[in-house]
């Protein structure tokens, strides 16, 4: 997609990189391998924010099944997600983080829509396998 | 009670993705919108580049080029808006009344239970129009604006319909004042 397309367009200016090194792996690849090269920000920043959403949903089911409720459970959310993410990016990729605008800019990105979708599956995973109880005491 | 839960995902799910075709439809695969849009990126790569290359150390001549550039890039992003506001409407007038219609349909339905108490301010849209004051019920209106809010953003980012980033730090795509530069 377009994300591909600015790979090229930047290993295409990128003279100097491109005899040492012809073609990067994919996102994919370079997403999951410690210390990555990341010549594309934009590439970088969709990887934190699809891992921010795959984590979002995973930690919605988590927090239903078990199932954690209450104040605690969106602190413990909050917590998780920037914590994870924070970790990745400073001790797996170790990138740095001022190009990026700082570690604000790393934490924030993606987390309001990552906190909508553990709304979500956490609301859906409570109702249906909790609240039962809840409907037959009415 | 869970069925429901689900229906509204669905609902949600489906009414994100007419969105995004409607707009498809008279937005993004016009011309101008293209060329609008292609013109804000290579601007904002461009603005932010020649900032990132001077830093602090500006001289007069480069302050006004970069203020300069600065002031065709809001205006491009005047333009790009313009043009998305029209179909907007017509697409918001319509949403609108969808989600008028299903408030029917759900009004004064438990359609989820709430794993957290929600705070005051929020308590009016989560126990919309729900009997009983029970705030941990969860009404329609709440649910489907979660699911929205997570299920637009992403489908929209999927198919690539999302504004850049350099593009909405350089000036926002909906023509917001550029930030100042640090």
Do not use: A, E, I, M
């Given at each position: 997609m377009s994300t591909k397309t600015k790979t090229t367009e930047k290993n295409g200016s990128n003279g100097a990189t491109n005899l040492k090194q012809p073609a990067l792996e994919s996102v994919w690849v370079r997403a999951f391998k410690s210390e990555s090269e990341w010549p594309d920000k934009e590439e970088f920043l969709d990887v934190i924010y699809w891992a921010r959403q795959f984590l979002g949903i995973a930690v919605g089911v988590l927090w239903g099944l078990i199932p954690l409720k209450g104040f605690v459970a969106l602190l413990l959310f909050a917590l998780v997600n920037a914590g994870i993410v924070y970790m990745y990016c400073?001790?797996?990729?170790?990138?740095?983080e001022e190009e990026y605008g700082g570690a604000w800019e790393l934490t924030k990105e993606g987390f309001m829509t990552s906190f909508a979708g553990f709304l979500v599956t956490w609301i859906i995973f409570y109702t249906g396998l909790h609240s039962e109880g809840f409907r037959k005491d009415l | 009670m869970w069925a429901d839960t689900l229906l509204i995902l669905f609902i949600s799910v489906c009414t994100a993705l007419l969105g995004e075709g409607l707009t498809w439809l008279m937005v993004y695969r016009t011309e101008k919108y293209q060329k609008l849009k292609s013109e804000v990126e290579r601007q904002s790569k461009r603005l932010e580049k020649r900032k990132e290359a001077h830093g602090d150390s500006l001289d007069k001549q480069q302050k006004r080029k970069i203020e300069r550039e600065e002031e065709k890039l809001k205006q491009n992003n005047r333009d790009l808006s313009l043009v998305k506001m029209k179909s907007m409407f017509a697409i918001g007038f319509a949403f609108t009344a969808l989600l008028s219609m299903f408030n029917n349909i759900f009004d004064g339905r438990v359609v989820a239970r709430l794993p957290f108490l929600p705070i005051s301010w929020i308590q009016g849209l989560s126990h919309?129009?729900?009997?009983?004051?029970?705030?941990y019920d969860c009404s329609f209106i709440f649910l489907y604006i979660l699911c929205t809010m997570s299920i637009r953003q992403n489908t929209q980012k999927l198919l690539g319909f999302a504004p850049s980033r350099t593009a909405s730090k350089q000036g926002g795509i909906f023509g917001a004042p550029p930030q100042a530069y640090k």
């Open positions: 400073t001790s797996f990729q170790k990138v740095d | 919309r129009n729900l009997p009983g004051d029970d705030y």
